[in-house]
């Protein structure tokens, strides 16, 4: 049987039932395919032991994800810090699709972790709460694109995570010009920073107006000598 195709009369597969070559092999494969078949794949494979982490930048692989599998579980980590404006785009997209909607919620600190401890901040309110949304998992889905940065132009469309789960970016290969034609086509809500120019959001505390019209996420951390939070890492 290809690793394209799996066997509906079984159980859902685990990630150990694929080497790393094999994965190595299907990133390129899907390099080929759309974005829907793709997921196509992650369901066919992992579900119902499969999730879907959303920023609410945009829900393009919102859109495409429940077409294929409505029950799709969609998780989005509230760190307690967050623009407002992603707050209610949580609220907006929950209701436009019906999501399966897993919201993870931070312990409350008596300090801002951003202000007394940066370079772990994301560690404990980000990475600490995926490892718990995934518990249980055997994949999950992201939004990944290779072209948000430079140290995302490697980015697989299917690779083994640090937790040894299967992690698939559908959408790593689409453009921003891709993205955009996407959501104008199909009516994809957005967070309505992206209007006032944030084109990459994360907490409010750090994230600014890009400061490099050529690098999405030059707003990111800016001053420091940070580029990732952690939850991409493989």
């Not at 080497?19 to 092999?25: C, R």
């Not at 949580?90 to 972790?113: C, F, Q, S």
């Not at 430079?150 to 970016?169: C, E, F, Y």
């Amino acid at each position: 049987m290809s690793l394209l195709t799996a066997d509906h009369g079984t159980a859902p597969r685990r990630p150990g039932d694929f080497s790393d070559a094999a994965l190595s092999d299907l990133s390129v494969e899907f390099e080929r395919l759309p974005a829907s078949k793709i997921i196509q794949w992650a369901v066919d494979n992992f579900a119902p032991h499969l999730a879907l982490t959303a920023s609410m930048t945009d829900a393009v692989l919102i859109d495409l994800a429940v077409a294929v599998y409505p029950a799709i579980e969609v998780v989005f980590i509230d760190t307690g810090y967050h623009f407002p404006e992603t707050l209610e785009t949580v609220e907006r997209v929950r209701r436009h699709y019906g999501l399966n909607l897993k919201i993870m919620t931070v312990a409350h600190h008596d300090e801002a972790l951003w202000q007394v401890d940066p370079e772990n901040c994301c560690s404990a309110v980000k990475v600490g709460q995926l490892d718990r949304a995934l518990l249980g998992k055997a994949a999950w889905m992201s939004g990944l694109r290779r072209a948000e940065a430079d140290s995302r132009v490697q980015a697989p469309l299917v690779a083994r995570d640090l937790r040894g789960l299967i992690k698939v970016n559908p959408i790593a290969l689409w453009s921003d010009e891709e993205i955009a034609d996407y959501i104008a086509e199909h009516d994809v809500p957005v967070n309505p920073l992206l209007a006032r120019g944030y084109l990459s959001i994360g907490c409010m505390p750090c994230t600014s107006l890009p400061t490099d019209p050529d690098d999405p996420r030059s707003g990111r951390w800016h001053g420091r000598d940070k580029t990732e939070c952690g939850l991409h890492e493989i």
